[in-house]
């Protein structure tokens, strides 16, 4: 019996261009993860993709595992609070760590342009993720989707260390 082969992972910024792709893998993610209807995806596309000023005017950073990109985060602003934008891990990726792993990125980055918290719109099914790394909810916007009564963003912060 051969042993397991040992993934090569990486954490690098995204490249101009690759927008698309990074757009196509968060539409996945969440479709794959939270099983949204379509008419949720599409009242809310505008907050969940990733444009060419992602890449260019932010720091964003994506996981390759095997030079495959699996995951990836935007920070946004600077000190003293930067925003977590967007993180998200392909569907087909979940389970593995690799958010963890893209969270401590972030974290550090952060951390090394002088910020000393992290603002977070959090997806309610993301909240359990973003709790369990430390972050706190401070509150919930106050409107829903017309087609999800009740799903409310989490607005979230996390002091860095």
């Given at each position: 019996m051969?042993?397991?082969?040992?993934?090569?992972?990486?954490?690098?910024?995204?490249?101009?261009?690759?927008?698309?792709?990074?757009?196509?893998?968060?539409?996945?993610?969440?479709?794959?993860?939270?099983?949204?209807p379509d008419?949720?995806?599409a009242w809310n596309l505008e907050d969940i993709i990733i444009e060419p000023e992602h890449i260019r005017d932010m720091i964003t950073n994506v996981?390759?595992?095997?030079?495959?990109?699996?995951?990836?985060?935007v920070l946004r602003g600077g000190a003293p609070?930067?925003?977590?934008?967007?993180?998200?891990?392909d569907a087909g990726s979940t389970g593995r760590g690799l958010g963890r792993l893209l969270w401590e990125h972030a974290v550090e980055t952060a951390k090394q342009f002088g910020v000393d918290e992290l603002k977070i719109d959090s997806?309610?099914?993301?909240e359990g993720f973003y709790l369990r790394m430390g972050a706190?909810?401070?509150?919930e916007?106050?409107?829903?989707?017309?087609?999800?009564?009740?799903?409310?963003?989490?607005?979230?912060?996390?002091?860095?260390?």
């Open positions: 051969e042993p397991d082969p040992v993934e090569t992972i990486n954490i690098r910024p995204a490249r101009d261009g690759e927008h698309v792709a990074l757009t196509a893998l968060v539409i996945r993610s969440v479709e794959g993860t939270w099983d949204y008419e949720f995806m996981v390759e595992v095997d030079g495959r990109v699996a995951g990836v985060y609070e930067m925003e977590l934008s967007r993180m998200m891990v997806d309610p099914n993301a706190v909810t401070i509150g916007f106050d409107w829903s989707p017309p087609m999800m009564p009740g799903w409310h963003v989490k607005t979230m912060k996390y002091r860095i260390p």
